[in-house]
């Protein structure tokens, strides 16, 4: 949707096809490079929460956040 929009609108500013398959080029390897970097972050950020120590536990309840030892929020 968004490489359609924008081939659009470069064919109606410059009325070359050229310039809309370059752009359209050029923004699809844009928006795979984005992909990648945002999978290469979450597989990042997984091994980095499965690193924490076993004893050390987050808590998150009713807009509460605690971070301790064994540490738990009772409502």
Request: hydrophobic share 55%.
């Amino acid at each position: 949707m968004v490489l359609c929009t924008n081939a659009m609108t470069v064919y109606f500013v410059t009325n070359s096809i050229r310039q809309v398959i370059v752009a359209t080029l050029a923004g699809w390897l844009l928006l795979q490079v984005a992909y990648f970097a945002s999978v290469l972050f979450l597989i990042w950020r997984s091994s980095c929460v499965r690193e924490m120590p076993k004893g050390l536990s987050i808590s998150v309840n009713a807009g509460q956040f605690a971070i301790g030892r064994n540490s738990i929020i009772k409502e």
